[in-house]
């Protein structure tokens, strides 16, 4: 039977990424450059924000880890619906909401998780251009 609800591993892993991605956010707001003209507070908020960023980048790599190993959540067929079944889940669920109703919630997949595949790997491609911009300055 399956269950409901995600690994305790998948709900970890997103724990960590909304903590280190909405720190990085709050902090964007109050860093400056890291040269002489910046204000102390600038300075400190852009040394968190490497060290949150650098943070997130490993919680990155490692939601990458185990969406590739896992069985018991099906991440990357769940993450990347580009054929079969599970594409059809993201075709059922986009004609569900022309029709004005919600799409299946849970594990799922369909329009959802497909977004989910979107938004990691925008933030992988954050994460990695950060990463380089943070080892060139150092």
């Not at 400056?32 to 600038?42: A, H, N, Q, R, Y």
């Amino acid at each position: 039977m399956e269950t409901k609800y995600w690994s305790l591993n998948t709900r970890l892993l997103h724990l960590g990424l909304v903590a280190t991605i909405t720190a990085q956010l709050f902090i964007n707001l109050l860093m400056s450059e890291p040269d002489d003209t910046g204000t102390i507070i600038g300075k400190v908020a852009y040394n968190a924000h490497e060290i949150a960023g650098l943070t997130a980048l490993g919680i990155i790599a490692l939601h990458w880890a185990w969406s590739t190993i896992s069985r018991s959540d099906g991440i990357l067929k769940h993450l990347f619906p580009w054929k079969g079944d599970a594409l059809n889940q993201v075709i059922d669920d986009i004609k569900l909401i022309f029709r004005g109703q919600p799409p299946i919630s849970g594990k799922h997949g369909g329009l959802a998780g497909f977004v989910h595949g979107l938004g990691l790997l925008t933030i992988t491609g954050t994460g990695i251009t950060g990463e380089d911009y943070f080892c060139h300055l150092s």
